[in-house]
């Protein structure tokens, strides 16, 4: 398949524009349950729903907050729950790392098959779609860096998905991302994993549970 435009462009907005969370969001039964779409997985062992209190927990907050005073403390905080809310599902691990679920359209019925191997050509186009969305969707203020590490598409289980590992250098920081990004025939759904400042790949194996038991139900 030829990588189309919407593919690359909708992939990329999804992944660091969150704001289109819609439905309603259960966690029952050790799994994450989205209806209106629907699509649900297992929360991983040694991760938990997480609730607006907690995005001073997460690492990848630490160093900015090293820097802020209650009041600047007070503000981050109250802009961390208004991020947190626009996502579908947020996770976090007992050690602070990141897990979220965003939800996009998609619109072009983009579908990979198994074995399906990206060429130059297509990682190119879906990159520079998302490095752009990126820093267009970031604050003038801070304007992110990014580099691109990996891009493939996996098979897990049932599963077929897109995998891409990325570093983001902003005021936060330098962070390691991966995001796996789930093709439905109406419906993509991204999840996204961010660990902590000592350990990037901290809970990272939560994303292998994810993988294997996401379903669009």
Request: aromatic fraction near 10%.
């Amino acid at each position: 398949m030829v990588l189309s435009r919407s593919l690359s462009a909708g992939f990329a907005l999804l992944l660091l524009l969150a704001g289109c969370a819609t439905g309603r969001t259960e966690y029952r039964a050790g799994l994450v349950l989205h209806r209106d779409p629907n699509f649900s997985f297992q929360i991983p062992p040694d991760w938990r729903p997480a609730k607006s209190s907690d995005w001073m927990a997460f690492g990848a907050n630490q160093r900015v907050l090293q820097r802020m005073n209650d009041y600047g403390k007070a503000q981050f905080q109250r802009a961390g729950e208004s991020e947190m809310a626009r996502y579908a599902a947020v996770l976090i691990s007992s050690h602070g790392s990141w897990i979220s679920a965003d939800i996009a359209e998609n619109r072009g019925g983009i579908k990979f098959s198994r074995g399906y191997v990206l060429n130059d050509s297509e990682k190119d186009a879906m990159w520079q779609g998302l490095e752009r969305a990126v820093v267009s969707g970031s604050p003038a203020t801070d304007k992110p860096k990014l580099r691109l590490d990996s891009m493939n598409v996996i098979d897990v289980g049932p599963n077929t998905f897109v995998k891409i590992r990325f570093q983001r250098e902003d005021q936060r920081g330098s962070r390691a991302m991966t995001v796996l990004g789930f093709y439905g025939a109406r419906l993509i759904v991204a999840v996204l994993h961010c660990g902590i400042p000592a350990d990037p790949n901290e809970g990272i194996e939560g994303l292998d549970v994810i993988a294997r038991s996401f379903r669009f139900d």
